[in-house]
């Protein structure tokens, strides 16, 4: 059973957790946004979201012919078609939540995201891809559990 994210301090006041939500807009980002929801007993309004997304970097041989404004806003509206539901389902929610994006392999950059942003639980959807070692979990999910420090809740 899991213990409860928000707790109290000495003082009694409840201790607010920073919550990294990687999403990709897939319907294991809607299994997982429901399941927060679902549990308000650990997961509501009084913590603090992040929603992060990783869209995948523009090689660097392309990237040679487009504008670095170009690329920007290439990221941005990829980003933007992941975001914009999560954003939307948060606020009826009451979560307080920030969106982000980063450009790179979604691994290796959710991790550093969540070290470098003081992230105290990442949770995320989970699903199965063809590899035999990346059946049980998905290619994404494996690929963070190997990189992330912090604790992590996988929502199937």
């Known amino acids: 059973?899991?213990?409860?994210?928000?707790?109290?301090?000495?003082?009694g006041k409840a201790i607010i957790m920073k919550i990294l939500?990687?999403?990709?807009g897939s319907d294991y980002?809607?299994?997982?946004?429901d399941y927060l929801a679902a549990h308000p007993e650990w997961f509501g309004p009084a913590h603090e979201y992040t929603a992060l997304?990783?869209?995948?970097?523009?090689t660097a041989h392309a990237a040679r012919f487009v504008s670095r404004a170009d690329c920007e806003a290439f990221y941005r509206d990829t980003a933007e078609e992941v975001l914009a539901p999560v954003r939307a389902f948060a606020e009826r929610?009451?979560?307080?939540?920030?969106?982000?994006?980063?450009?790179?392999?979604a691994p290796e950059a959710i991790a550093a995201f969540a070290r470098q942003h003081g992230a105290e639980v990442l949770v995320?959807?989970?699903?199965?891809?063809s590899a035999l070692s990346n059946v049980v979990l998905g290619s994404v999910t494996t690929g963070v559990l190997a990189r992330c420090a912090v604790p992590v809740l996988l929502i199937r």
């Open 29 to 33: 980002t809607t299994r997982m946004l």
């Open 53 to 58: 997304t990783a869209v995948p970097a523009i």
């Open 93 to 105: 929610q009451g979560w307080r939540i920030e969106c982000r994006h980063v450009a790179g392999h």
């Open 1 to 11: 059973m899991l213990s409860r994210p928000q707790r109290s301090g000495n003082n």
């Open 124 to 129: 995320m959807g989970s699903h199965g891809r």
């Open 21 to 24: 939500l990687p999403v990709d």
